[in-house]
């Protein structure tokens, strides 16, 4: 039964994380340009440099995400569209893997409690809501990299020139190996405060630095990418603080996960300052490379709701030790084994009595809308809010062209958000979207000003209108009938990674 355990314990873990990725209402708003840049480079043969989506101006495509399209791709060309659900659910277990083998390497044998995983799992599934995602390799990279650094650490200096090939790897995945440099800086400073040998840390880190060169656009790249890292983004929701007003009632789990986690590093740190028990010289003794870890990552997840991962993950490779010390130490063995079997049980019920489809997003994505466009053959420039531009051109391109979508500073010039949220919002100069960059199509949601703006305007037509959506046309592509979309929800699940662009 002891070998039993820990077999159990992964499976219950990767049936919650299957569970949590299938159990979604719609795919990532970004997933689509991502398609399209891999089937560039699977299709085409070429990575995709330069933007073919929008008519609006735009510089030099610096798809710092083109690799995981590449994957992306690969996945849904050869496996299908269900693959992309099992692609998130795989990343998701092996993070959490990865985690359980760096708590090992800490001394821990059998990181098996799942009521210290349950918070972790329920804080990311918020931030794992949507499959999937780009940044899905960066959380997963970066773990590697906590396992490899720790096993350094410990004496195995050679495992860290293993860094540099895996930051190439990153470098072509996704934007986000910037943590990954993070990261052996971050442990070269602490094995300098433990006076530690630590220039193989500074060689590691230079070679990595330089192996980012290794990329389709070369050095050019490289200023980009610390650009599109520390260039701030208050239009974006994911960017924002978890305490910023939009956010305040959002992820309670992480923020519930936050406030034991002071609890419990309060305790450890309280033990370490005990002058009365003689223990104050253990401070010497205490992980300087750990408190610098959680500090960071802590503070990343505080300012940016997308950062959170980057926490968790360290949290839970780092504090299960001081867990297990102050609280599960209290527990039966058999309580603890217990609550793994009744939730591998559950897991069991839940995927035996519910039936997975994919999400067709009918009320976040204008998927009637775009049907409409599709089925009456109307071609021309659309301006819709840049979340949904990624999706329309994966539908609709090459008849039709986008203002903008996510792909934000890789693609388009700085001015381009502002114009948007003017003419959205109705702020002053909110007309100059449409005398800048004149659009024959327009497609807004009901909940923004500029809907009861267009409904006076005289030469834009209201040609269609569902629960969230309007979709408006110039007068000049008016028809004097139209074929109606239908309403039936399974067609658009079976239709939806559907696309007539060609490479």
């Given at each position: 039964?002891?070998?039993?355990?820990?077999?159990?314990?992964?499976?219950?873990?990767?049936?919650?994380?299957?569970?949590?990725?299938?159990?979604?209402?719609?795919?990532?708003?970004?997933?689509?340009?991502?398609?399209?840049?891999?089937?560039?480079?699977?299709?085409?043969?070429?990575?995709?440099?330069?933007?073919?989506?929008?008519?609006?101006?735009?510089?030099?495509?610096?798809?710092?995400?083109?690799?995981?399209?590449?994957?992306?791709?690969?996945?849904?060309?050869?496996?299908?569209?269900?693959?992309?659900?099992?692609?998130?659910?795989?990343?998701?277990?092996?993070?959490?893997?990865?985690?359980?083998?760096?708590?090992?390497?800490?001394?821990?044998?059998?990181?098996?409690?799942?009521?210290?995983?349950?918070?972790?799992?329920?804080?990311?599934?918020?931030?794992?809501?949507?499959?999937?995602?780009?940044?899905?390799?960066?959380?997963l990279l970066f773990t590697i990299f906590l396992y490899i650094l720790e096993h350094?650490?410990?004496?195995?200096?050679?495992?860290?020139?293993?860094?540099?090939?895996?930051?190439?790897?990153?470098?072509?995945?996704?934007?986000?190996?910037?943590?990954?440099?993070?990261?052996?800086?971050?442990?070269?400073?602490?094995?300098?405060?433990?006076?530690?040998?630590?220039?193989?840390?500074?060689?590691?880190?230079?070679?990595?630095?330089?192996?980012?060169?290794?990329?389709?656009?070369?050095?050019?790249?490289?200023?980009?990418?610390?650009?599109?890292?520390?260039?701030?983004?208050?239009?974006?929701?994911?960017?924002?603080?978890?305490?910023?007003?939009?956010?305040?009632?959002?992820?309670?789990?992480?923020?519930?996960?936050?406030?034991?986690?002071?609890?419990?590093?309060?305790?450890?740190?309280?033990?370490?300052?005990?002058?009365?028990?003689?223990?104050?010289?253990?401070?010497?003794?205490?992980?300087?490379?750990?408190?610098?870890?959680?500090?960071?990552?802590?503070?990343?997840?505080?300012?940016?709701?997308?950062?959170?991962?980057?926490?968790?993950?360290?949290?839970?490779?780092?504090?299960?030790?001081?867990?297990?010390?102050?609280?599960?130490?209290?527990?039966?063995?058999?309580?603890?084994?217990?609550?793994?079997?009744?939730?591998?049980?559950?897991?069991?019920?839940?995927?035996?009595?519910?039936?997975?489809?994919?999400?067709?997003?009918?009320?976040?994505?204008?998927?009637?809308?775009?049907?409409?466009?599709?089925?009456?053959?109307?071609?021309?420039?659309?301006?819709?809010?840049?979340?949904?531009?990624?999706?329309?051109?994966?539908?609709?391109?090459?008849?039709?062209?986008?203002?903008?979508?996510?792909?934000?500073?890789?693609?388009?010039?700085?001015?381009?958000?502002?114009?948007?949220?003017?003419?959205?919002?109705?702020?002053?100069?909110?007309?100059?979207?449409?005398?800048?960059?004149?659009?024959d199509i327009i497609l807004v949601e009901k909940d923004y000003p500029i809907f009861?703006?267009?409904?006076?305007?005289?030469?834009?037509?209201?040609?269609?209108?569902?629960?969230?959506?309007?979709?408006?046309?110039?007068?000049?592509?008016?028809?004097?009938?139209?074929?109606?979309?239908?309403?039936?929800?399974?067609?658009?699940?079976?239709?939806?990674?559907?696309?007539?662009?060609?490479?």
């Open positions: 039964m002891k070998k039993v355990y820990p077999f159990i314990f992964f499976i219950t873990i990767l049936l919650v994380l299957f569970i949590i990725s299938a159990n979604v209402n719609r795919f990532d708003f970004d997933l689509w340009a991502r398609l399209i840049a891999g089937m560039g480079v699977i299709d085409g043969h070429q990575v995709l440099k330069t933007d073919i989506l929008s008519y609006t101006p735009t510089h030099t495509w610096w798809d710092h995400e083109y690799g995981s399209g590449v994957v992306f791709y690969i996945f849904l060309k050869y496996f299908g569209a269900y693959s992309l659900i099992l692609l998130q659910t795989v990343i998701c277990f092996l993070i959490f893997f990865f985690v359980t083998k760096i708590i090992n390497i800490r001394g821990q044998k059998e990181p098996y409690n799942f009521l210290f995983w349950l918070f972790p799992i329920i804080a990311l599934a918020e931030n794992f809501g949507s499959p999937i995602r780009c940044h899905l390799f960066s959380f350094v650490r410990r004496g195995n200096t050679k495992l860290i020139y293993i860094l540099p090939v895996l930051t190439v790897i990153w470098n072509n995945l996704h934007g986000g190996v910037v943590a990954g440099l993070g990261l052996i800086a971050m442990f070269g400073i602490g094995e300098i405060i433990e006076k530690k040998p630590f220039k193989h840390y500074i060689t590691a880190g230079i070679i990595s630095f330089a192996a980012l060169i290794i990329n389709p656009w070369g050095w050019e790249y490289i200023k980009f990418l610390l650009m599109a890292n520390f260039m701030p983004r208050p239009d974006v929701a994911e960017w924002w603080g978890i305490f910023s007003k939009h956010q305040l009632l959002n992820q309670i789990p992480f923020k519930i996960m936050l406030s034991l986690f002071l609890i419990l590093e309060s305790l450890v740190l309280t033990k370490y300052y005990r002058v009365s028990e003689g223990l104050n010289n253990r401070w010497k003794y205490f992980d300087k490379t750990k408190l610098i870890l959680l500090i960071v990552t802590l503070y990343l997840s505080i300012a940016h709701v997308k950062m959170i991962p980057f926490f968790v993950i360290t949290f839970c490779a780092y504090c299960y030790e001081d867990f297990k010390e102050y609280i599960e130490i209290k527990l039966p063995k058999n309580i603890i084994n217990l609550t793994t079997y009744i939730m591998f049980a559950v897991c069991i019920f839940a995927l035996s009595v519910k039936t997975y489809e994919l999400p067709a997003g009918d009320y976040t994505y204008p998927i009637r809308e775009v049907e409409f466009l599709k089925i009456n053959n109307i071609k021309g420039n659309i301006l819709a809010n840049f979340g949904f531009g990624s999706y329309i051109s994966y539908k609709l391109y090459p008849h039709n062209k986008i203002f903008m979508d996510g792909r934000y500073e890789e693609v388009y010039n700085d001015d381009m958000i502002p114009l948007l949220k003017k003419f959205f919002l109705i702020k002053p100069g909110w007309d100059e979207v449409l005398k800048k960059y004149p659009p009861m703006v267009l409904n006076r305007m005289p030469e834009w037509n209201k040609a269609y209108e569902s629960e969230r959506f309007v979709l408006y046309l110039n007068k000049k592509l008016t028809q004097n009938s139209y074929i109606q979309p239908t309403d039936n929800l399974d067609y658009y699940k079976n239709t939806l990674f559907d696309t007539d662009i060609k490479f």
